[in-house]
């Protein structure tokens, strides 16, 4: 069977505060936005945003630790899977459909007072398992202080202008 790869890479603002819930079995999910932009000329030669909103999904460890740091307005890197799953309506009988990230690895970059508590902070998790950032079962610190963003980080600054909320 050839290889197909389902892999989900986003760096952008959170929408509102995260929805935290437990599980009947005492683990956490959280439920929130993110907002990523694209700028591109139109044809008259003016630049023009676009945003586009993401429903995202994280379990446990990596659950607890959005509840703990990521609110409205957190900058975040997330990596994660696609999944669309499907009910039906109890009041209508129709089939309802919602596509959402599956959270796999996330990283705090907004520093504190930028609307995140934590800035650096960045773990790892697996659907439905335990933590496995780079591959030891350890999670890490970003070691960067708040003003020393990397390249990529810098070059994909999004200003206020940026944020639509």
């Known amino acids: 069977m050839?290889?197909?790869?389902?892999?989900?890479?986003?760096l952008g603002n959170v929408g509102k505060d995260p929805e935290i819930r437990a599980t009947a079995g005492g683990s956490f999910v959280a439920s929130f936005s993110l907002a990523t932009t694209d700028r591109s000329k139109d044809?008259?030669?003016?630049?023009?945003?676009?945003?586009e909103w993401h429903n995202l999904v994280a379990f446990q460890r990596?659950?607890?630790?959005?509840?703990?740091?990521v609110k409205k307005g957190s900058?975040?890197?997330?990596?994660?899977?696609?999944?669309?799953?499907?009910?039906?309506?109890?009041t209508t009988g129709e089939k309802k459909y919602r596509?959402?990230?599956?959270?796999?690895d996330i990283a705090l970059l907004s520093g504190r007072g930028e609307g995140?508590?934590?800035?650096?902070?960045?773990?790892?998790?697996?659907?439905g398992g335990s933590s496995?950032?780079?591959?030891?079962?350890?999670?890490s610190y970003d070691q960067r202080g708040p003003g020393g963003a990397?390249?990529?980080?810098?070059?994909?600054?999004?200003?206020?202008d940026d944020i639509p909320f």
């Open 132 to 139: 496995n950032y780079n591959r030891g079962g350890a999670s």
């Open 43 to 51: 044809q008259s030669g003016n630049w023009t945003d676009r945003t």
């Open 116 to 127: 995140g508590e934590g800035g650096g902070y960045s773990s790892g998790s697996s659907y």
């Open 2 to 10: 050839a290889k197909t790869v389902n892999k989900v890479i986003l």
């Open 75 to 90: 900058k975040l890197y997330v990596e994660g899977k696609i999944q669309t799953r499907s009910w039906d309506d109890k």
């Open 99 to 104: 596509t959402e990230i599956i959270v796999n």
């Open 62 to 69: 990596t659950a607890e630790i959005i509840r703990d740091y």
């Open 150 to 160: 990397d390249d990529l980080v810098s070059s994909t600054e999004i200003t206020d």
